[in-house]
C-alpha cells in the first residue's frame, strides 16, 4: 500500500519560505506525478502544482511566482518550496499522487500537515 | 480557472437512507470529475473516478454519474462510517478544482 507524508516546520515566519517534504513509502516516484494541495481554514481545497519524477513541473497560476517544487528518486521524497509567505499562506498541506493516463485524479494522499504563518 | 460548485454544503440523513449530493461545473468537463471523502484528521480518500469508476476497495454502495457540467455523487443505504465530507474535483483542464464540499451528518 502507497504510503505518503508530509513533513517540515509547522510555523513559519512572515515573508520567509515555507518548505515542505513528502516521503513516498511502499512504492516509487518513477513514472509518476506527484502534487500539492493545500486547505486553508474556511477555504477550498487549493492545487498548488505537481513534479513529474524527471522534475517536470506545472503549477497553479495563483501561486506560480512563488512555488518551486522538485524530485529526489534516490530518497523517494519530493518537495515543495513557497516564498514571501503570508497569513494567507495558512493552511494544511496535502501530497497526493497524481495519475495522468487512464483517468485523471489524486489517488493517495497524506494525512495533512498544518502550517501557520505568523510572527 | 473552472469554478465547482457542490450542493448542498450541508446534509443531515440517517443511516440505511439513500443521499445525493451533485456539483455543477462552470464549463464543461467532460467526463474529468472526481468524488474524494474526507474525515477530521485523516487523508483525502479517492472514492470515484472520470464520473463512474470505483476505486477498487470502496463500497459499491457508492456510485457517480452525469457528464459536461452536472454530476452526482449516490450513496446507497448509509452507514456510520458515511458519515464525511465529500468533495469533487476536475481534471479537465489546469489549475485542478475542487468544489467547497459537502458535509454529510447523521440526523
Known amino acids: 500500500q502507497l504510503q505518503l507524508q508530509e513533513s517540515g516546520p509547522g510555523l513559519a515566519q512572515p515573508s520567509e519560505t515555507l518548505s515542505l517534504t513528502c516521503t513516498v513509502s511502499?512504492?516509487?516516484?518513477?513514472?509518476?506525478?506527484w502534487s500539492w494541495i493545500r486547505k486553508p481554514p474556511g477555504k477550498e481545497l487549493e492545487w498548488i502544482g505537481y513534479?513529474?519524477?524527471?522534475?517536470?513541473?506545472n503549477y497553479n497560476p495563483s501561486l506560480k511566482s512563488r512555488v518551486a517544487m522538485s524530485a529526489d528518486m534516490s530518497k523517494d521524497q519530493f518537495s515543495l518550496k513557497l516564498g514571501s509567505v503570508t497569513a494567507a499562506d495558512t493552511a494544511v498541506y496535502y501530497c497526493?499522487?497524481?495519475?495522468?493516463?487512464?483517468?485523471?485524479?489524486?489517488?493517495?494522499w497524506g494525512q495533512g500537515i498544518q502550517v501557520t504563518v505568523s510572527s | 480557472d473552472i469554478q465547482m460548485t457542490q450542493s448542498p454544503s450541508s446534509l443531515s440523513a440517517s443511516v440505511g437512507d439513500r443521499v445525493t449530493i451533485t456539483c455543477r461545473a462552470s464549463q464543461s468537463i467532460d467526463g474529468f470529475l472526481n468524488w474524494y471523502q474526507y474525515k477530521p484528521g485523516g487523508a483525502p480518500n479517492l472514492l470515484i473516478h472520470s464520473t463512474v469508476h470505483l476505486k477498487r476497495g470502496v463500497s459499491t454502495r457508492f456510485s457517480g454519474s452525469g457528464d459536461g457540467t452536472d454530476f452526482t455523487l449516490t450513496i446507497d443505504d448509509l452507514q456510520p462510517e458515511d458519515f464525511a465530507t465529500y468533495y469533487c474535483q476536475q481534471c479537465k483542464t489546469f489549475p485542478l478544482t475542487f468544489g467547497g464540499g459537502t458535509r454529510l451528518e447523521i440526523k
Open positions: 513534479v513529474y519524477y524527471n522534475g517536470d513541473t
Open positions: 511502499g512504492g516509487s516516484l518513477k513514472s509518476y506525478y
Open positions: 497526493a499522487r497524481y495519475i495522468r493516463g487512464a483517468g485523471y485524479y489524486l489517488d493517495y
